[in-house]
């Protein structure tokens, strides 16, 4: 159900960019008021990203006021924030189905609307595609403008500084607008920044810094003494040195919550010349006030009463497997010193809030920057310590090459806790889990494995801690466990052994990871036998060679692309021994897998008990 638009006067006025563009500018305030109200009861009713959108409300009522969107481009990083910009880019009624199945994508999609230049999902790919569109509308020479909006946060990745030392020495026209919500802004400061802003972007500033260039082009010994001058002088009023070194005429910071602001800076910074960088200063979770105490509770959320003032109450239920994981890094960190935890910016998705309370000098966030935090990882296994790397499967795919040539080629021991592994939900195809035993089981040296269910992945990554021989991957899935019991003993496992699970006859299900309980559901019905295999790399081979042996059909279950899967590993096995056995392979298909409940795609996929049941009796009959 869409909320009444009658509550908003003004954006009732503003279905399009196009109309937005109509209306007074003595209106915005109201209208960025309404459209935060909006935000606000929208994602209340649907859940969904909150706070950073808050942030971004006048920043995008004023983009969208200035530049003829979408003939200009507008490039979005990650997306948390782009809520605003769906709902004045004619999706508002659909605000309401975000994130669930069928619904609005989560983030920036360019199936979704032509307003979507670029489909993202992880952070820091914004101005690399910004630049190639500045340098498209060059060759194009039709008068289009491009713009990158990202976050101080995605700033911290290595991407980041590549596109920007390729921008500035490319010298295209682009502007970059570098939203900060890391610090609040005092009346004072804001004053003078608006006012230097509007004073750097005006046209008097503007005439005066390209003739001068001009003149001093033949003077290049003068023309360096300028250069240095007008970076001295802005040095000591702004802090953008490092982003003119790059290239970048930089401007701010201004206030980011002022729309009369950021539509006159930005009226400026339309007609200029050459790469220009934009530093706004916004809060994130603007306008509610438990968002604004704690964004990264607000974050994300599930349905709330937004007149509540709270998020909803959640019963206490079974831990989630990242909790499993933090309360095991704490157990080990507190017997070994030498454990070391690391993770890109990811703290308190991974379960990693005890852990940096209580081990602060153990702890180590690498921020956004998912190769660095790898190789972190490398280094510190160079120097004897025991470096644990806590990362989203979707998130490691990153870092790939990192976990080929600083970590597996040098056989070093890192244990990576690969979490998010399989479906995720409603974060969509850019967060599926879907690759990760694909991407890994091809690389030499790495021990993977799979458990089925909480105790099991207690015990695995205990096993990888004890493992020294190599780097581990640990990989289990978003969400709460089963619900078996954990002990609290640690034991490690023998490597590559799996274990008989169910004894049946003729079908042998083989199974990787936590559809162990749909997989034994399904061989009730058909008295098949089960085995847990735990590990993907190396292969119980022994084991494999028994099943094959006393069963007629073999079946292979994944919640991973069944293309070079854990499945694929036992084909090649058989293969190997010139075995010829019916096999069939369940998991994901070769597609990108969209958007909704978990509940709701793993039916959909055939991966729930009755679909795993349905597709070995397809097979068999």
Known sequence: ??????????????????????????????????????????????????????????????????????????????????????????????????????????????EESPYDT??????????????????????????????AVIGDGAMTGGMVFEALNHAGDLDKDMLIVLNDNEMSISENVGALNKHLAQLMSGRFYTTIREGGKKVLKGMPVIKEMARRTEEHLKGMMVPGTLFEELGFNYIGPIDGHDVDAMVETLKNMRGLQGPQLLHIMTKKGKGYEPAEKDPIGWHAVPKFDPSQFRKPDTK???????????????????????????????REGSGMVEFSQRFPE??????????????????????????????????????YDQVIHDVAL????VVFAVDRG????????????????????????????????????????????????GPVAVRYPRGSATGAKQVEEMTALPIGKGVIKRE????????????????????????????????????????????????????????????????????????????????????LPDEFIKHGSP????AELGLDGAGILKQIQAFVN
């Not at 994981?325 to 910016?345: H, M, N, R, Y």
């Not at 040098?410 to 021991?413: A, D, G, K, T």
């Not at 509940?599 to 793993?602: C, L, Q, S």
Request: glycine residues 8%.
């Open 1 to 110: 159900m869409s909320l009444d638009i009658t509550q908003f006067p003004v954006l009732a006025q503003a279905n399009t960019p196009e109309e937005l563009r109509e209306l007074p500018q003595a209106v915005l305030p109201q209208l960025a008021d309404e459209l935060r109200a909006f935000l606000l009861q929208s994602v209340g009713r649907s859940s969904g990203h909150f706070a950073s959108g808050l942030g971004t409300v006048e920043l995008t009522v004023a983009l969208h006021y200035v530049f003829n969107t979408p003939f200009d481009r507008l490039v979005w990083d990650v997306g948390h924030q782009a809520y605003p910009h769906k709902i004045l880019t004619g999706r508002r009624e659909q605000m309401h189905t975000i994130r669930q199945k069928e619904g609005l994508h989560p983030f920036p999609w360019r």
């Open 118 to 147: 670029f489909s993202v999902g992880h952070s820091g790919t914004s101005i690399s595609a910004a630049l190639a569109m500045a340098v498209a509308a060059d060759k194009e020479q039709a008068g289009r403008k491009v713009v």
């Open 316 to 346: 206490p239920g079974l831990p989630t497997f990242s909790e499993v994981f933090g309360k095991w890094l704490c157990d080990i960190a507190s017997q070994d010193e030498k454990v070391l935890g690391i993770t890109p910016a990811m």
């Open 362 to 399: 153990q702890y180590f966030d690498a921020a956004i920057a998912e190769q660095h935090a790898v190789t972190l990882g490398a280094g510190f296994a160079c120097e004897g310590y025991k470096p644990v790397v806590a990362i989203y499967s979707t998130f490691l795919q990153r870092a």
């Open 410 to 413: 040098q056989r070093l021991p």
């Open 422 to 469: 399989g479906i995720v939900g409603a974060d969509g195809p850019t967060h599926q889990g879907a690759f990760d035993l694909t991407y890994l089981r091809c690389v030499p040296n790495m021990v993977i494995m799979a458990p089925s269910d909480e105790n099991e992945c207690r015990q695995m990554l205990y096993t990888g801690y004890c493992y020294q021989d």
């Open 504 to 587: 049946g006859k003729k079908i042998a299900i083989i199974n990787f990871g936590t559809t162990l309980a749909a997989t034994l559901e399904a061989a009730e019905e058909l008295n098949a036998t089960v085995a847990d295999m735990r590990f993907v790399k190396p292969l119980d081979e022994a084991l494999l060679k028994q099943l094959a042996e006393s069963h007629d059909v073999l079946v292979t279950v994944e919640e991973n692309v069944v293309m070079g899967g854990a499945g694929s590993g036992v084909l090649e096995y058989l293969a190997k021994q010139q075995i010829c056995k019916p096999v069939l392979q369940i998991g």
């Open 599 to 602: 509940v709701e795609i793993i």
